[in-house]
């Protein structure tokens, strides 16, 4: 007679059963766990900034010598790489054109709207083909399936975009490469080169100001807009970016935001430049008087301002600038530079001469004092000196 299994027994059983079980339902091949990459084809990443724009591909490094050492220069577009679209034999994809690269998808991402090649493109992530031709334009493909291995999968009603590309003769790489060989505020360009061939193509960004005041405004409206300078800056940005009634909203929360605003020197010369950019003359005039009296002015800062009226060809109206400075601030560096630069501009040498040779006694260091024996030398020949 059999005797009853104890407790423990069955318990043992089940386990094992369990076991056996959950070993069955494991794949043949492993999965998640860390391999050298197909071909050894090492996985590479390239990025590029264009302003706020940011551009990455990442993709698979495959080399002119093969992974048994054989030299494939040469024998890379046409063979390797074959012309055309391409029966590869597996997948859904008939007609494929080629990876670009080795292994899965070669990835384009880029995190704001641009053109490629002149063409629009979505903010996104995407899946990059080229078609080879020979002695032919080549064709950038970019799919909205990015998660593909390869181009097995490839099929052409979920591409993005399609362009012509040129390729072009490069010097020689031996592991397929995508650099950016060209960057400009609103423009990069792109290529892939491997082995002794380059195909490029231009990345741009058409509105890089908009971006940057839609961030500015974000910035603005947390913490960061609690400090009056950071309006300034703002400020300051449209203005060069000839961005007037952005400048002006900026500038008149610098001085008047509540909580935040402040009037000073600074402020208030923003404000009067904001102004006068979106045409506030009268405006502008007052305020500049009130920024150019304000007890946050500096020698130095009126001094600026006066150099900025020279500049622009406004001569009358700097000297008396630097004789406001002289006024408020006598003797004081670099108060008789500046009276030296207003009286020569409107040809008044000999008193040009007087303060040149007051302010060479006060000069702080070597490179001033050579700046100001050259400006007396030059007012003792009746020569102007800005």
Not at 201 to 221: F, G, K, M, Q, S
Not at 261 to 269: I, P, V
């Amino acid at each position: 007679m059999i005797a009853p299994l104890t407790k423990e027994e069955i318990m043992r059983r089940s386990l094992i059963a369990l076991l056996a079980i959950s070993a069955l339902a494991l794949p043949v091949f492993g999965q998640g766990i860390s391999t050298p990459p197909s071909g050894d084809n090492q996985v590479s990443s390239v990025s590029q900034n264009i302003g706020l724009v940011k551009v990455t591909i990442d993709y698979s490094s495959p080399d002119v010598h093969a992974p048994n050492g054989d030299d494939r220069r040469g024998k890379i577009w046409g063979t390797l790489v074959p012309y055309g679209l391409q029966n590869l034999g597996f997948g859904t994809c008939t007609e494929c054109p080629w990876r670009a690269g080795a292994n899965e998808n070669t990835v384009f991402t880029v995190s704001h709207d641009v053109k490629i090649n002149g063409q629009p493109l979505k903010a996104g992530r995407y899946g990059l083909h080229f078609l080879p031709m020979k002695d032919e334009d080549w064709t950038l493909i970019l799919s909205n399936n990015s998660t593909s291995w390869g181009s097995f999968f490839y099929n052409p009603s979920e591409d993005a975009l399609r362009v012509k590309v040129k390729p072009a003769a490069s010097e020689y790489h031996e592991y397929l490469t995508y650099e950016f060989t060209e960057r400009k505020p609103a423009q990069a360009t792109a290529a892939m080169k491997w082995e002794d061939l380059q195909v490029p193509w231009t990345i741009t960004v058409d509105n890089p100001v908009d971006l940057y005041l839609a961030r500015i405004r974000e910035e603005l409206h947390n913490n960061n807009g609690f400090a009056w300078q950071n309006w300034v800056a703002a400020a300051q940005y449209a203005l060069v970016s000839k961005r007037p009634n952005d400048a002006l909203e900026f500038a008149e929360r610098a001085v008047n935001f509540t909580f935040v605003g402040q009037e000073n020197f600074q402020t208030l010369s923003t404000l009067a430049n904001a102004q006068d950019a979106a045409g506030k003359t009268a405006e502008s005039k007052a305020t500049r008087e009130k920024a150019l009296n304000h007890q946050t002015a500096m020698p130095t800062d009126i001094h600026q301002y006066g150099r900025q009226l020279l500049a622009q060809g406004k001569k009358e109206e700097a000297l008396r600038i630097f004789e406001l400075n002289a006024k408020r601030n006598p003797n004081v560096w670099p108060v008789n530079v500046g009276l030296a630069r207003g009286y020569s501009a409107v040809g008044r040498y000999k008193d040009a001469l007087k303060y040149a040779k007051l302010a060479l006694a006060q000069a702080p260091d070597e490179g001033n004092k050579k700046n100001l024996t050259d400006a007396v030398a030059k007012l003792e020949q009746g020569k102007d000196i800005n």
